[in-house]
T-cell receptor
């Protein structure tokens, strides 16, 4: 049973470009969470999605960031017009239900030049 | 406002020693407290978790101690090994929302 998959593992963007991060949850999991980890810091919650629904986006910046989890395909975290402060590791986690353990993917390291 | 405070920031332990990492939380609504282990370049992996209806949980060399009245919980790693060298994060969540609030992390180094 494959774990949570994220791609790309590393992404380099110039200021003003768009970044798209993908997350495929574990098989049978329909709950996806996105977290951001700045250097030398803990993970910060961004958004919680179920299939086709955003359940909680209280940790998402109000502008430039969006997330989706379509009926088919991976969850996508999209960052428009990236700035240097967006450089971080972005982790996706999935669970089978709301009370279940969250399993994390390997992360996408975003570097904005 | 940081809701989960973790200490120490870094810890060096000799092989065979006991590693102790502490966390304190503010939100009394938290009802699930996991610990995650993270190696460089990898995602966090769940080590052990506890709910507030018990004061201690042990799994192999890893033990969580939980003090509800003090709003504190700690991770004890017995017989620490060099392979345990990693960053450890405590976390907490509440209700059905399940978004995890993480501590700032402890970088553990176990010397051979």
């Amino acid at each position: 049973n494959a774990g949570v998959m994220q791609n790309p593992r590393h992404l380099v963007r110039r200021r003003g470009q768009e970044a798209r991060l993908r997350c495929s949850p574990m098989k049978g999991h329909s709950h996806v969470y996105w977290y951001r980890q700045l250097p030398e810091e803990g993970l910060k919650f961004m958004v919680y999605l179920q299939k086709e629904n955003i359940i909680d986006e209280s940790g998402m910046p109000k502008e430039r960031f969006s997330a989706e989890f379509p009926k088919e395909g991976p969850s996508i975290l999209r960052i428009q017009q990236v700035v240097r402060g967006d450089s971080a590791a972005y982790f996706c986690a999935s669970s089978a239900g709301t009370a279940e353990t969250q399993y994390f993917g390997p992360g996408t390291r975003l570097l904005v030049l | 406002q940081q809701q989960v405070k973790q200490s120490p920031q870094s810890l060096i332990v000799q092989k065979g020693g006991i590693s102790i990492i502490n966390c304190a939380y503010e939100n009394t609504a938290f009802d699930y407290f996991p610990w995650y282990q993270q190696f460089p370049g990898k995602g966090p992996a769940l080590l052990i978790a506890i709910r507030p209806d018990v004061s201690e949980k042990k799994e192999g060399r890893f033990t969580i101690s939980f003090n509800k009245s003090a709003k504190q919980f700690s991770l004890h790693i017995m017989d620490s090994q060099p392979g345990d060298s990693a960053t450890y994060f405590c976390a907490a969540s509440k209700g059905s929302a399940r978004q995890l609030t993480f501590g700032s992390g402890t970088q553990l180094t176990v010397l051979p």
